[in-house]
């Protein structure tokens, strides 16, 4: 007897909805949808049309239900760093920005400067690279603090098109150990790097 998966796997470039087929043991994988995920440029800065991808994933959805595949389950999987802003009902305060814009240069400087690199590093064990969330936030503290107190929830891409399919708004570990806000020792948000950083607690699912 087979069973069969869904996943969506979506790259820096491009996207693409898979069927996982399991039958005696062995997986076989096929590719059923395939399309372009780049970055749109909107007023010099890279933004992340997350409404469309959504639709593409959506597409390669119908053509296994075409099919009439019984498949078991659906997951949505990314790169980590970049999130979407929510507010109650309200699905997306602003258009999600793109890890290569290049506005988290400047603020990934001050941010070690305000909280030295040993703590950061002693909260979440990760590599410094300043597409990390937490730089991310501190850029949105800094341009865009308004959007930032709206927000009463954030999602990391991945997460946040699993909630446009289920309607559960929840952070999957692993792309919350890509934030560099996330203590895998707790298994836990950071609070210390929340607190010292100034971020809204209310933010993190």
Same mark, same amino acid.
Do not use: C
């Given at each position: 007897m087979s069973r069969y998966y869904i996943a969506c796997d979506l790259g820096a470039e491009s996207g693409r909805v898979m069927l996982g087929r399991l039958v005696n043991g062995r997986l076989e994988l096929e590719e059923i949808h395939r399309f372009s995920n780049g970055a749109s440029r909107v007023f010099g800065t890279l933004r992340w049309n997350v409404?469309?991808?959504?639709d593409e994933l959506r597409a390669g959805l119908k053509m296994v239900a075409d099919r009439n595949i019984p498949?078991?389950?659906?997951?949505?999987?990314?790169?980590?760093? &970049?999130?979407?802003? #929510?507010?109650?009902?309200?699905?997306?305060?602003?258009?999600p920005h793109?890890?290569? &814009?290049?506005?988290?240069? /400047?603020?990934?400087?001050? /941010?070690?400067?305000k909280v030295p690199a040993e703590v950061i590093f002693e909260q979440t064990g990760i590599q410094f690279m300043s597409?990390? !969330?937490?730089?991310?936030?501190?850029? &949105?503290?800094?341009?865009?603090?308004? *959007?930032?107190?709206?927000? &009463?929830?954030?999602?990391?891409?991945g997460d946040y098109l699993n909630y446009l399919f289920s309607g559960v708004a929840r952070a999957e570990e692993s792309l919350a150990? !890509? !934030?560099?806000?996330?203590?895998?020792? !707790?298994?836990?948000?950071?609070?210390?790097? *929340?607190?010292?950083?100034?971020?809204?607690?209310? #933010?993190?699912?």
């Open positions: 409404l469309r991808i959504f498949a078991e389950s659906l997951s949505v999987d990314s790169w980590g760093v &970049d999130y979407v802003l #929510m507010r109650n009902s309200e699905p997306q305060l602003a258009i793109h890890y290569r &814009d290049a506005r988290t240069d /400047a603020p990934f400087e001050r /941010a070690l400067k597409i990390n !969330t937490l730089y991310q936030f501190v850029a &949105d503290l800094e341009n865009n603090p308004e *959007i930032l107190a709206l927000a &009463d929830r954030f999602l990391n891409i150990s !890509t !934030t560099q806000i996330y203590n895998p020792q !707790t298994r836990a948000w950071s609070r210390e790097l *929340i607190q010292k950083f100034g971020f809204p607690e209310k #933010m993190f699912p």
